[in-house]
């Protein structure tokens, strides 16, 4: 098993793409944390889920947004497992591809963005600040945080969504240079349009099919796709893989 023994926490993973990335994470040997913010059954469904498969999890709340929480999360989790080895900063505040109802950039309002920042940006680094204190102790560790292609190619634009994803990538590439020296990989993954998850609901046929006839490999990606890039970059096969972005997109932005 390419991560056995090591303690995983993901945030926002009681649907979607978090779910999916909790449930080959523990096919592999991890110990599962699924983080979730208020839907606490479809959060124990994942668990069963794991445990069904012969893995193991564990379903814990907290608003990545919220500092004392997540300090709670990460100091009950260190109390009943003595490490944590792997954070997958996949939570976001909520947000809907629809083309229809994205706001323009001359309507679109400061709050906007700051409500992405919140959730997208604000999130990991409170995560990021509770667990790298022990992290930097036990000298190891994996940090992913899940951005988007839409950074590189706005096919529409979620302006708002965008920029903070954009940041996320920032963020992402500052820590990998000041965490290296002390076996700290953090790294990005950049999921195409994943479809079906509650945020692409509501992107149009018509949409999807543009975005499919543009791609390499003409189809969308699924949550599935983007759970087996985060366990490569989770194990020791992406040992020294820091700082990087995986574009996860069936080739629709290739650099």
């Not at 999360?73 to 944590?84: K, P, T």
């Not at 809907?96 to 679109?108: E, H, L, Q, S, V």
């Not at 700051?114 to 022990?134: K, S």
């Amino acid at each position: 098993m390419m991560i056995n023994n090591k303690v995983a926490l993901i945030t926002g993973a009681s649907r979607g793409i978090g779910a999916a990335i909790a449930k080959k994470l523990a096919s592999e040997g991890a110990f599962v944390v699924v983080n979730y913010l208020k839907n606490k059954e479809l959060a124990e469904k994942v668990v069963k889920e794991i445990e069904s498969q012969g893995g193991q999890g564990a379903a814990l709340q907290a608003d990545v947004q919220n500092a004392e929480q997540v300090g709670l999360m990460v100091a009950q989790i260190i109390d009943s497992f003595g490490a944590i080895d792997i954070v997958i900063n996949n939570a976001l505040s909520h947000y809907t591809f629809n083309p229809k109802t994205r706001k323009t950039a001359w309507d679109i309002d400061w709050q906007d963005y700051q409500n992405q920042w919140e959730g997208n940006v604000h999130g990991a680094f409170n995560i990021c600040q509770a667990v790298l204190p022990y992290m930097k102790d036990q000298m190891g560790g994996r940090i992913i945080n899940i951005v988007s292609n839409l950074i590189d190619f706005p096919v529409i634009p979620y302006h708002d969504y965008t920029t903070s994803k954009m940041a996320l990538l920032g963020f992402t590439r500052n820590l990998a240079k000041e965490l290296g020296a002390f076996g700290i990989t953090v790294n990005a993954i950049a999921p195409g349009l994943t479809y079906p998850t509650d945020s692409s609901i509501e992107t149009k046929e018509d949409v999807r099919e543009k975005i499919m006839e543009m791609t390499p490999m003409k189809r969308l990606a699924v949550p599935e796709d983007i759970a087996g890039s985060a366990l490569f970059l989770a194990s020791d096969l992406a040992s020294f893989i820091t700082g990087q972005c995986l574009y996860v997109d069936g080739g629709l932005v290739m650099k």
